[in-house]
């Protein structure tokens, strides 16, 4: 993705930590779901905080590489989901977590795997958004969003382009 062209996101670990239990208020009422797919990695964290917020105790993850920082390309799964949680997709009591959906690319091939499961979001933008069922906060397509282990503390120029 062209960086100079788009909007940057940061999050913060406290703001991602509130929409990641903002998330599991939200999934709640939808369970029981019998286990959690985290999507490696970025649906690592959240994954893990929707599994204790709701006190589900099986988790599970697959590893799919559609993109670095900058550019899109070609899903590869790297790490398949064991064959006992497919086999538990099949009650439509399995739910998928990740931080973002994208264009979809990563969703799609996440969502062939496992057909019944729930799949949620914290941030989606607007290609792949209706691929998911549930998600807290929607960006724009051009926002490129900073997670907190993508980040550092350190000086911000002002939006406008001026100097303070």
């Given at each position: 993705m062209n960086q100079s062209?788009?909007?940057?996101?940061?999050?913060?670990?406290?703001?991602?930590?509130?929409?990641?239990?903002a998330l599991a208020w939200r999934l709640q009422g939808l369970g029981p779901f019998d286990?959690?797919?985290?999507?490696?990695r970025g649906g690592l964290v959240p994954a893990t905080i929707v599994a204790r917020e709701?006190?589900?105790r099986v988790v599970e993850s697959v590893a799919v590489k559609s993109y670095d920082?900058?550019?899109q390309?070609?899903?590869?799964?790297?790490?398949a989901v064991s064959p006992e949680i497919l086999e538990k997709d099949r009650t439509g009591r399995v739910l998928i977590v990740d931080d973002l959906?994208?264009?979809g690319n990563t969703a799609r091939a996440v969502r062939e795997m496992l057909p019944n499961a729930h799949f949620a979001t914290v941030y989606a933008k607007p290609k792949g958004r209706d691929l998911v069922d549930s998600f807290i906060t929607e960006v724009s397509q051009d926002t490129w969003i900073f997670f907190p282990?993508?980040?550092?503390?350190?000086?911000?120029p002002?939006?406008?382009?001026?100097t303070d």
């Open positions: 062209a788009q909007k940057n996101f940061p999050v913060t670990w406290d703001q991602f930590h509130r929409d990641s239990r286990a959690v797919v985290a999507i490696a709701l006190n589900i920082h900058k550019n390309g070609e899903i590869r799964v790297l790490k959906v994208d264009t282990w993508d980040l550092d503390v350190a000086y911000v002002p939006i406008s382009g001026g």
